[in-house]
């Protein structure tokens, strides 16, 4: 009898402290990079995923931060953006040019939820996003894609906040996969973050320039790293590629996608959320990044 009570004492025991590993396994905080979120842009599949993705999560008890660029289009005094001193003041260098770092902040207050914008006076002062007012895409949208991508890595070790899953989401997110595995992979902020890339219904027109490999390489970045979009055309399916190829998980936001991508998902064989429909997908999300700790 005695034997039994004990051994029924030490499996409780152990099944406690099994239960508390458990919970320290979930994800606690995730990073959202997102290319639009309303209300500072026009609704659109990305935006509102934008919007209300990170609030559905944090929620459900998760800690979140929120990234976009601070494109021209968003009105700074109607939503009544700030410049952050403490975190703005770094210059990052493209193709030999220094372009000074610009952060600022606003709230949405029904949400509980401040949205990081990263700006420079050379990428995100047109009045547009990332074509002008007749679609002309901007020639050097490869540019500002890796002054975005490596604004927010930077701004993120400043915050000094170290995120589980890292969530990108729009094709101007797609080198942050990169970045995170290979420039970022020994910062102890990102050492042990994993990477969610989310595939939408955005694919871009205009193909980026040739250089663009060029410019991707930083220490830890080698050439080899960079193929899916070296001497060869770089559109939006080769940039995509890049993306998954450095994701611990790959989803797909909207109903239908670029067909090209599905294709190669299945041939990486990564882990993968199909399109979820429905008002519940955050849990769907978060049951995800659970999945990839």
């Known amino acids: 009898m005695y034997i039994r009570f004990f051994l029924y004492i030490f499996a409780y025991r152990m099944y406690f402290k099994l239960r508390i590993f458990i919970c320290m396994k979930k994800v606690n905080k995730v990073l959202y990079i997102s290319q639009e979120i309303y209300p500072y842009l026009p609704e659109s599949e990305i935006a509102n995923m934008g919007r209300y993705l990170p609030q559905a999560v944090q929620d459900r008890g998760r800690e979140t931060r929120t990234f976009m660029p601070k494109f021209g289009a968003v009105n700074e005094r109607r939503n009544q953006l700030h410049e952050v001193i403490r975190l703005s003041g770094m ?41 002008d007012a007749n679609g002309n895409e901007y020639e050097d949208n490869d540019e500002r894609t890796i002054f975005f991508v490596r604004g927010v890595m930077e701004t993120v070790k400043k915050l000094r906040w170290t995120p589980d899953v890292i969530h990108c989401q729009g094709w101007m997110t797609a080198l942050a996969p990169l970045y995170i595995k290979k420039a970022y992979n020994q910062d102890p902020f990102f050492k042990h973050s994993k990477v969610v890339y989310s595939v939408f219904n955005d694919d871009f027109k205009k193909p980026f320039r040739n250089l663009f490999a060029e410019r991707l390489l930083l220490e830890g970045i080698e050439k080899k790293h960079v193929f899916q979009v070296k001497d060869k055309v ?45 008002e519940d997908y955050a849990d769907d999300y978060v049951r995800f990044y659970d999945s990839l700790t």
């Open 91 to 131: 210059n990052l260098i493209i193709d030999d040019t220094d372009h000074p770092l610009i952060i600022k902040v606003a709230s949405i207050q029904a949400a509980r939820m401040q949205v990081y914008f990263i700006d420079n006076d050379d990428y995100f002062h047109r009045k547009e996003t990332i074509a």
């Open 234 to 278: 770089i559109d939006y399916v080769a940039l995509s590629k890049l993306a998954i190829d450095f994701s611990d998980g790959v989803i797909q936001s909207s109903k239908e996608i670029n067909p090209g991508i599905t294709d190669y998902i299945k041939e990486k064989n990564i882990k993968f959320l199909p399109h979820v429909e429905g």
